[in-house]
């Protein structure tokens, strides 16, 4: 899941996927970081040149619709191994530069059920659930705009549960209980989507449905 204009005014990453976006580089050097008159440094101009280059190479490294595999259902994980592991870093570090607050298997081209997410804390790192399941969901629920890492800079209204309890497990294998809500609990809903071959333009209105629709199709090329 991408950003989105209310995600977090804390900027933490990762498809969430609506305007704000997410500094992960926080190398900042005090009391140099402007010229005179307010201009950036040199050295804040490469740090955002840097940034950006990250996040080409890690949008270009996830999958974007129409892929088959994002319709897929993913298989539930039965060894959790070092390869898991790996493959749980490699899904942090995707998200983080491609300025994501959750990223699933499906997403980078693996039909195993394990997502990454950025929880709604400050002070939170970022964290895997393997095998995630809904167990539990309000009966509010709230409409808001969500992007997506795997749909460009498309964004659609989708109604969600505010509160969600989650039962999964940790890349390690031992057994984890997620009480989410508001944001926390958008962010995971969006990435089990993932995990069953849903997106969010299955679960937006019928007219957005259709504008999305037109907005994803490939545009004829100039004629020669």
Same mark, same amino acid.
């Given at each position: 899941?991408?950003?989105?204009?209310?995600?977090?005014?804390?900027?933490?990453?990762? +498809?969430?996927?609506?305007?704000?976006?997410?500094?992960?580089?926080?190398?900042?050097?005090?009391?140099? +970081?402007?010229?005179?008159?307010?201009?950036?440094?040199?050295?804040?101009?490469?740090?955002?040149?840097?940034?950006?280059?990250?996040?080409?190479?890690?949008?270009?490294?996830?999958?974007?619709?129409?892929?088959?595999?994002?319709?897929?259902?993913?298989?539930?994980?039965?060894?959790?191994?070092?390869?898991?592991?790996?493959?749980?870093?490699?899904?942090?570090?995707?998200? +983080?530069?491609?300025?994501?607050?959750?990223?699933?298997?499906?997403?980078?081209?693996?039909?195993?059920?394990?997502?990454?997410?950025?929880?709604?804390?400050?002070?939170?790192?970022?964290?895997?659930?393997?095998?995630?399941?809904?167990?539990?969901?309000?009966?509010?629920?709230?409409? +808001?705009?969500?992007?997506?890492?795997?749909? *460009?800079?498309?964004?659609?209204?989708?109604?969600?549960?505010?509160?969600?309890?989650?039962?999964?497990?940790?890349?390690? *294998?031992?057994?984890?209980?997620?009480?989410?809500?508001?944001?926390?609990?958008?962010?995971?809903?969006?990435?089990?989507?993932?995990?069953?071959?849903?997106?969010?333009?299955?679960?937006?209105?019928?007219?957005?449905?259709?504008?999305?629709?037109?907005?994803?199709?490939?545009?004829?090329?100039?004629?020669?």
């Amino acid at each position: 899941m991408a950003t989105t204009e209310h995600d977090h005014d804390h900027d933490h990453g990762h +498809d969430h996927e609506h305007g704000h976006e997410h500094e992960h580089d926080h190398d900042h050097d005090h009391g140099h +970081d402007h010229a005179e008159g307010g201009r950036r440094s040199k050295k804040e101009l490469e740090r955002e040149a840097r940034a950006r280059a990250r996040e080409m190479v890690a949008r270009s490294q996830i999958r974007q619709y129409p892929e088959p595999v994002l319709r897929e259902p993913a298989r539930p994980v039965s060894e959790f191994s070092d390869d898991l592991r790996a493959l749980v870093k490699r899904m942090i570090t995707l998200m +983080d530069d491609a300025n994501g607050v959750g990223l699933a298997g499906n997403q980078v081209g693996l039909l195993r059920r394990v997502l990454v997410y950025h929880p709604d804390r400050e002070d939170a790192e970022a964290r895997a659930l393997v095998n995630p399941v809904i167990v539990e969901r309000s009966e509010e629920t709230a409409v +808001d705009e969500e992007g997506c890492l795997s749909l *460009g800079p498309l964004r659609v209204p989708v109604e969600r549960n505010v509160r969600i309890s989650v039962d999964a497990q940790d890349e390690n *294998g031992e057994a984890v209980h997620v009480d989410a809500e508001n944001l926390e609990a958008r962010i995971l809903q969006h990435e089990i989507d993932h995990l069953d071959g849903v997106l969010t333009i299955d679960r937006t209105p019928p007219e957005s449905r259709r504008e999305a629709l037109a907005a994803l199709r490939p545009q004829p090329g100039p004629r020669r």
